[in-house]
C-alpha cells in the first residue's frame, strides 16, 4: 500500500522549509484553501445527510459527542503522570488532543478514495460533532486550578469560529440543497484533491518550523505526539466497530481519533485561558501529531482494521 500522492506534497513543504529553499505560499491562498477544505467536506456529507437521517444516526452522533468528551480525560492523566505537566499546560495539551484535525480528516478520506474503499458519506457531521467537546472539557480540566474563563468568549470561539462555521454552514447548504447541489460540486469535488494536495505542501512547512520550537520537552512531546494518536485510534476503531460501520468508516473514526487540532482549539483556548501558553500544545499537535498521522499513521490504521477485522 504506497504513499498517496497528495501526501508527497507535505514531503515537499517539510524537505523545502528544513533546506530554507525559497518557497513561501501567500497567507491569502492558504487561507482560501481552508476554505474551499472545509466547504468542500461539509457540502459533499450535507448532500449525503439528505438521504440518510434514521434514528439510527442519531444514536451513532450521540455516541461520537460522548466519544468527545472521552478523550481529552485519556489524555489529561498521561500529561500530568508521565510529563509531569503543570494543570493548565496539561489541560490544554488534551483539550487539543480531544478534538479533531480537519485536514488530517481529508488527507484520510483522499487515501480511502484513492484505494477506492467506501465509507459513510455523512461523516463530516461527526467531525463537527467532535469540534467542540474537547473545548469544554480542557476548560473544565483547567477550572480545577481555579483559571478564571469568560463564558461569552468560549463559546463565540467553539460555535462561531471559521472551521465550524464553513464545515456546518456547508452542511446545511448540502442538506437544504440535495440535488441541487450537483450544480456546484464539479468545482468542490473534482478540484478537491489538487486543492489538498496544495494545502499539504503549505502544511509541510509549518510542521517542520515546529520541529524546532519543541525545546527542553522534546522528548516527552514527541513521544506523547505518537502515542496518544495510537490510543486515540484504537480507541475510535473500537467504537466504530461497535456501532456497526464500514471499513472505511472504522479508518475514518479511528483517524478523527488519533487526530489533534491546531486550528479551533488554540483559537478557544486563547480567547478563553488567557494566561496558557498554548506552544507545547501547537508544537506536539502540528510539529509531531499532523506528521505521524499523514505519513504513517492512516495507512497504518487502514492496514491493522483491514487485517484484523473486516
Known amino acids: 500500500m504506497g504513499l498517496d500522492i497528495v501526501v508527497a506534497f507535505f514531503m515537499l513543504g517539510a524537505v523545502a522549509q528544513l533546506v530554507r529553499a525559497e518557497l513561501s505560499l501567500p497567507q491569502s491562498l492558504y487561507q482560501s484553501l481552508v476554505i474551499f477544505l472545509l466547504l468542500a467536506i461539509g457540502l459533499k456529507g450535507g448532500i449525503a445527510l439528505s438521504e440518510h437521517v434514521t434514528p439510527a444516526l442519531l444514536i451513532e452522533a450521540a455516541a461520537i459527542l460522548a466519544f468527545g468528551f472521552v478523550l481529552p480525560l485519556i489524555a489529561f492523566p498521561l500529561l500530568r503522570s508521565f510529563g509531569h505537566l503543570p494543570r493548565l499546560n496539561a489541560a490544554t495539551i488534551a483539550a487539543h488532543y480531544g478534538s479533531v484535525s480537519v485536514a488530517t480528516y481529508a488527507v484520510a478520506v483522499a487515501f480511502l478514495e484513492g484505494q477506492n474503499i467506501p465509507y459513510e458519506p455523512y461523516f463530516p457531521l461527526f467531525v463537527a460533532l467532535l469540534e467542540a467537546p474537547a473545548i469544554a472539557v480542557g476548560l473544565w480540566l483547567a477550572s480545577g486550578k481555579g483559571e478564571?474563563?469568560?463564558?461569552?468568549?468560549?463559546?463565540?470561539?467553539?460555535?462561531?469560529?471559521?472551521?465550524?462555521?464553513?464545515?456546518?454552514?456547508?452542511?446545511?447548504?448540502?442538506?437544504?440543497?440535495?440535488?441541487?447541489?450537483?450544480?456546484?460540486?464539479?468545482?468542490?469535488?473534482?478540484?478537491?484533491?489538487?486543492?489538498?494536495?496544495?494545502?499539504?505542501?503549505?502544511?509541510?512547512?509549518?510542521?517542520?518550523?515546529?520541529?524546532?520550537?519543541?525545546?527542553?520537552?522534546?522528548?516527552?512531546?514527541?513521544?506523547?505526539?505518537?502515542?496518544?494518536?495510537?490510543?486515540?485510534?484504537?480507541?475510535?476503531?473500537?467504537?466504530?466497530?461497535?456501532?456497526?460501520?464500514?471499513?472505511?468508516?472504522?479508518?475514518?473514526?479511528?483517524?478523527?481519533?488519533?487526530?489533534?487540532?491546531?486550528?479551533?482549539?488554540?483559537?478557544?483556548?486563547?480567547?478563553?485561558?488567557?494566561?496558557?501558553?498554548?506552544?507545547?500544545?501547537?508544537?506536539?499537535?502540528?510539529?509531531?501529531?499532523?506528521?505521524?498521522?499523514?505519513?504513517?499513521g492512516i495507512p497504518l490504521y487502514s492496514a491493522l482494521i483491514t487485517h484484523f477485522i473486516t
Open 148 to 296: 478564571s474563563t469568560d463564558r461569552k468568549a468560549i463559546l463565540k470561539e467553539m460555535m462561531l469560529n471559521q472551521g465550524m462555521v464553513l464545515l456546518l454552514g456547508g452542511l446545511l447548504i448540502g442538506w437544504w440543497g440535495g440535488d441541487r447541489a450537483d450544480r456546484i460540486l464539479p468545482f468542490f469535488g473534482e478540484l478537491f484533491h489538487g486543492v489538498l494536495a496544495l494545502f499539504l505542501l503549505a502544511m509541510g512547512q509549518k510542521a517542520a518550523e515546529r520541529w524546532r520550537e519543541l525545546g527542553n520537552e522534546a522528548s516527552f512531546l514527541a513521544s506523547f505526539g505518537v502515542a496518544m494518536p495510537l490510543i486515540g485510534a484504537v480507541s475510535g476503531t473500537a467504537l466504530a466497530y461497535l456501532l456497526g460501520l464500514s471499513q472505511g468508516g472504522m479508518i475514518l473514526l479511528a483517524t478523527l481519533g488519533a487526530s489533534a487540532s491546531y486550528i479551533a482549539v488554540p483559537a478557544a483556548l486563547s480567547a478563553a485561558l488567557p494566561k496558557a501558553d498554548l506552544g507545547p500544545a501547537i508544537t506536539a499537535s502540528l510539529g509531531v501529531t499532523f506528521p505521524f498521522n499523514v505519513l504513517v
